[in-house]
């Protein structure tokens, strides 16, 4: 519903309330808590709208069909699992979206029984309220740096940093095309384009680009997404590039779960030396609205 249609309801519950309790509702429009958590900050706002954008623009699951190893890799988890984009699906877009029967948080156990079990639900994005904590607790002031994400899909941290952060440069790096569109498309509409940039590539093709970085972030980048050989790959040239004295890395998971996963214990032994991990106050997330077990798989290292 647009400005003037709400405005005209809201006009309407007024003339049809009681006279005895018109004071009282409208006392309670001008001071409820009810109503200030409809006031979002101004940033929040622009990412929910981005987030309403891109849902019309994508599947509910957020996955193009062309993802095949990422469906097939789901679809392999020994429990049932489905995607549910966290930028795209805040908690109270999935209740109802559950109420209008578009999505389910359990799945039934026997079929035609009522005994249900919940979904275990997968999301390849940053939600807004992880945004806030990256860019206001676990990362510096940005002022003049270069940030680069690995692997930028939505493109959720490039607007982030623009909103969040002062960084002078966000360049998102994305294997996929169509997902290359879609954050093209965002960054011209929100006129984010004096500060980002987003590059269709491979990440191993762009050396100069991770020589040059100041900030890296990789969030579940690998995964769901290329074969374990490539990912030793993807992890060596990582290693390899990103060599700049004094330069942050934010994974998801941790590099040592990432690692052991592919049995990668020869590069997991060369982190030692080459970065060093700084701790994080988790207890700092924002606002209360944050998944804290998101939150614990967020990890900062510094190059040595
Ligand atoms: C989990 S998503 C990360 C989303 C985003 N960075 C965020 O935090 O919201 C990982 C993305 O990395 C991309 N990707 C995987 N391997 C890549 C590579 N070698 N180079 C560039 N992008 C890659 C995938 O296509 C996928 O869209």
Not at 62 to 81: D, H, M, R
Not at 203 to 225: R, T
Not at 227 to 248: H, M, Y
Request: charged share 20%; glycine share 4%; aromatic share 10%.
């Amino acid at each position: 519903m647009h400005f003037d249609d709400a405005k005209n309801e809201m006009l309407q519950i007024l003339r049809r309330t009681e006279s005895r309790d018109l004071a009282k509702l409208i006392d309670w429009l001008k001071h409820s808590g009810d109503i200030d958590d409809f006031l979002v900050d101004n940033q929040r706002a622009i990412l929910h709208s981005i987030a309403e954008d891109l849902r019309s623009c994508l599947p509910v699951d957020a996955v193009f069909p062309s993802e095949t190893l990422a469906i097939q890799k789901t679809q392999k988890n020994p429990n049932p699992t489905v995607h549910v984009d966290a930028f795209l699906y805040d908690e109270d877009t999935v209740d109802s979206l559950c109420e209008e029967g578009k999505m389910s948080r359990n799945y039934c156990v026997s079929c035609g029984s009522h005994r249900t079990a919940p979904l275990e639900f997968i999301s390849h994005s940053f939600s807004i309220p992880e945004l806030q904590f990256l860019f206001y607790h676990v990362l510096p002031d940005l002022t003049g740096k270069l940030v680069v994400d690995v692997g930028s899909r939505l493109g959720t941290v490039l607007y982030g940093g623009f909103l969040y952060s002062a960084a002078a440069q966000l360049v998102g790096v994305e294997i996929n095309e169509e997902f290359v569109k879609l954050q093209t498309m965002t960054v011209e509409k929100y006129g984010f384009s004096d500060r980002v940039q987003v590059i269709h590539a491979n990440i191993c093709s762009q050396a100069a680009l991770v020589q040059n970085s100041d900030v890296l972030i990789m969030n579940n980048v690998f995964e769901y997404f290329i074969e374990p050989k490539d990912q030793v790959r993807a992890w060596q040239f990582i290693s390899q590039n990103f060599r700049k004295k004094g330069a942050l890395l934010v994974t998801v998971p941790s590099i040592q779960e990432s690692l052991m996963s592919l049995q990668e214990t020869s590069a997991a032994s060369t982190i030692g030396y080459w970065l060093q991990e700084v701790s994080l106050n988790y207890s700092a997330y924002l606002q209360g609205d944050a998944d804290p077990d998101s939150i614990k798989q967020i990890h900062l290292y510094m190059v040595l």
